[in-house]
């Protein structure tokens, strides 16, 4: 097997509605946009493959393999197809047919997301495959699944980071809406205090109730609720679930009439702290809020709306997929300077890395290295906020020099 050297990574910056127009450019060192940038994505994703600066001498290929934008700038697609048994190692590119199986990002949302789920492995393939049948574009703005790929998806965060995450017990949240004081909400809340149905049912026939309302009565509906939690908020009643209710009536402000404000009272409100991450396995619902985050999952896109968009919404698909069972939110706690997140599936796990010293690293690649604080050298190549290191599989153990905070992305061990 040949053996192929790092390069410097640069990604690509996606402007959603909902990013921030300073964060990710106070972390890569540059000015404020205009426009928002709301992820960087580092990956080989065909909706954004980044770009690796690599010397000419040090490739194992012909440049008529890749169309790189100069000899020395490649697309990172391009160069693990050329040669996916050294830039991969032979173990991970058998077993994910040549391909990098995780997706890095960085998030700066400063503005709510979508409410949303993910499928799994099964239920991404049958919808894709159902949807060519169909003839629908994959690029098509009411295309549902766009890959064939589950999205299992873990989030650290990098500044106190605030998501709606799964169901609370519907006990709890019929206290939470029968204390708004709207009339409307009565079916939900009888729904939600039936003795002689599971929780999950209970969930799932509210949320088939919420999203079944026609346009003008979920509209009226939203609107009542997000009112009924603004008057609360500044009156300082119903402590216990202030925040909540605070949150409501944001979402409300940026989506007047939106059914999804109900729904999304429904959902667990959690705050990350710096370093503390959470793992969103397939049919889990949540909505990130604010802050900012790595973020790292399985290659795909593939993404179910519930609301709170402008985007394609598919409630029935949503519904299809998701897990109404009620749970905690499960934070996992960094225990040292470095710490390994390994959630249970194949595609990926992530080290994040308090650099102050010299630091020798097992290549068990490939991987990704991304620096988001500080100044690094990572395999001997120079990097600061913003920027990231491909390691390929065959160049052997590295180090990491100088002061900041590093994430390392690579394949699972599941």
């Not at 391009?78 to 050294?86: F, G, K, L, R, Y």
């Not at 990002?105 to 799994?120: F, G, T």
């Not at 007047?256 to 009272?265: F, I, K, N, T």
Request: glycine share 8%; with cysteine.
């Amino acid at each position: 097997m040949a053996v192929n050297t790092p390069g410097v990574l640069d990604g690509v910056i996606k402007p959603y509605s909902w990013g921030s127009t300073d964060s990710l450019a106070a972390m890569m060192g540059t000015t404020s946009t205009t426009t928002p940038q709301a992820e960087l994505w580092f990956g080989t994703h065909p909706r954004g493959p980044a770009t690796l600066l690599r010397p000419a001498a040090s490739r194992n290929v012909s440049s008529d393999a890749l169309s790189g934008v100069s000899p020395d700038v490649l697309r990172l697609d391009e160069v693990i197809a050329a040669d996916p048994q050294s830039e991969l190692g032979q173990q991970v590119a058998r077993k994910f047919a040549g391909k990098l199986p995780f997706l890095l990002k960085v998030l700066a949302v400063a503005r709510p997301l979508s409410l949303q789920v993910h499928p799994n492995a099964f239920e991404a393939q049958a919808g894709f495959e159902a949807e060519e049948q169909q003839g629908v574009r994959v690029d098509a703005a009411h295309r549902s699944f766009v890959d064939r790929n589950h999205k299992p998806e873990l989030i650290c965060a990098l500044e106190p980071f605030t998501v709606l995450c799964g169901f609370r017990e519907p006990v709890a949240t019929a206290k939470l809406l029968r204390g708004l004081g709207v009339l409307e909400l009565e079916p939900a809340v009888k729904l939600l205090q039936a003795n002689h149905s599971q929780a999950s049912d209970q969930i799932q026939q509210v949320l088939a109730w919420l999203w079944g309302l026609d346009v003008a009565s979920g509209a009226e509906l939203a609107q009542q609720v997000a009112q009924a939690c603004d008057d609360l908020v500044h009156v300082g009643s119903h402590a216990e679930f202030h925040a909540e209710m605070h949150w409501a009536a944001r979402l409300a402000e940026h989506h007047e009439g939106d059914v999804g404000v109900v729904v999304a009272l429904m959902l667990n409100l959690v705050t990350l702290q710096p370093g503390q991450a959470l793992f969103l396995e397939a049919g889990r619902l949540h909505c990130y809020l604010e802050g900012m985050a790595v973020e790292i999952m399985a290659n795909s896109d593939n993404v179910l709306r519930g609301g709170l968009t402008q985007k394609h919404v598919d409630t029935n698909a949503l519904l299809e997929v998701l897990d109404c069972r009620p749970s905690d939110v499960a934070l996992l706690t960094p225990t040292a300077s470095t710490h390994t997140f390994r959630p249970p599936v194949a595609e990926f796990r992530l080290i994040r890395m308090e650099v102050s010293r010299p630091v020798r690293c097992v290549n068990d690649g490939p991987e990704i290295a991304l620096c988001v604080v500080g100044c690094l050298s990572v395999a001997n190549q120079k990097i600061r906020g913003g920027q990231a290191v491909w390691v390929p599989a065959s160049s052997g153990d590295f180090e990491v020099a100088g002061e900041g905070l590093l994430f390392r992305a690579m394949p699972g061990d599941s």
